[in-house]
């Protein structure tokens, strides 16, 4: 692959080398090992003196595919590809930490990297500091002898709030922490953490990158060396990408430019139509200019994402009522999908909360998050502007 070639470009071309069928499409490997002519290929395998591919659970054409066109795209040295973006977040701490460290950590990050930091680090001793994404002084106040790692998320799930990637850069550096950026909700395409000095970048593929709402997936890129050790820790944990899921995501990787162009399009026309709307209090995206990190967001992306948030007037009663009067947008637990979907955390994600609770993880009473899907953006305009007139009645 001749390296003057745009990064956009590698992840339609990149491909596994051609079997003796000379197929134009890679071709599936759906095969657990795979075999050795002489004792001695083996041997050296092993030995790691190679790069021969030896069990599906250490490498496999597939998902190596996936991984390169991944490296590419976030202008990586390196990475591994794993059954679901929790299992890459859950491996990343635990290949890079061990008892006694401590990490900081964003209080806006996905459900179950919250559990994972607060729940299951401190059992093997690694504490975690969790602050506030924007309070510079915090994260400041934070860091103590033992902090190695901090962890955040930008834009944050469900409140789309912005972190500025060149200032957490400058912070890790300083206390000499690995930065670890989850970037789901941005694509390599809006935003590439590793440019500002981010260590590790994460992905749930389940999202943008599938984009169909088809397979789980999860992949890690970043610094060769942090990488080797989260390689050896999968390699012998077990958290591997299934084969047949690296295909389809290696497939997805050759359009996510041109559907993230009309996903992030159609957000923003769905936010500036909502705008103005007598049943909603507010509209929040990255790229409209009332973001309270508006400036952030376009120093850093290069458009706002495909998702959406909003306040419904009326609360919990409303949102609920807006999910059952939706005709075409759906209701279900995922996002970047090409279909639109609507979700109301208060009476689902987050329904065992109280209140109080769910104020103090920006989870207000009407809360609506809609991922942006690839239909004719005046269709799911329409269909949440009649859900909302019936939210109110
Ligand atoms: C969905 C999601 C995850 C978890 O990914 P899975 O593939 O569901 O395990 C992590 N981070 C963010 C921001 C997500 O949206």
Redesign the pocket.
Known sequence: MPQQLDPVTQAVRIQTVKSPQKEHSTPLYLTSSFIFEEAEAMRAAFADESDANIYSRFSNPNVDEFIKKMCVLEGAEDGFAT???????FSSFFALLQQGDHMVCSSS??G??FTVVTKYLPKYGITCTLVPANDEAAWEAAIQPNTKMMYL?TP??PQLEIIDLEWAGKFAKKHNLILSV?N??ATPLLQKPIEYGADLV??????WIDGQGRV???VIVGRADLIKEIYLFCRNTGPALSPFNAWVLSKSLETLDVRMERHCKNALELAEALQPNANVTWVKYPFLKGHPQYDIAVKQMTAGGGVICLEVKGGVEAGRKFLDALEMVSVTA???DSRSIASHPASTTHSKLTEEQRLAVGITPGLIRISAGLEKVKDIIADIEQALIKSAL
Not at 83 to 89: C, E, K, L, Q, V
Not at 202 to 207: L, P, R, W
């Open positions: 059954a679901t973006g929790m299992s890459a977040i990050v996905f179950s990297t998320e944050t799930n989850d789901c909700f994460i992905h749930s593929a389940t999202k789980l997936g999860g995922n996002l970047g």
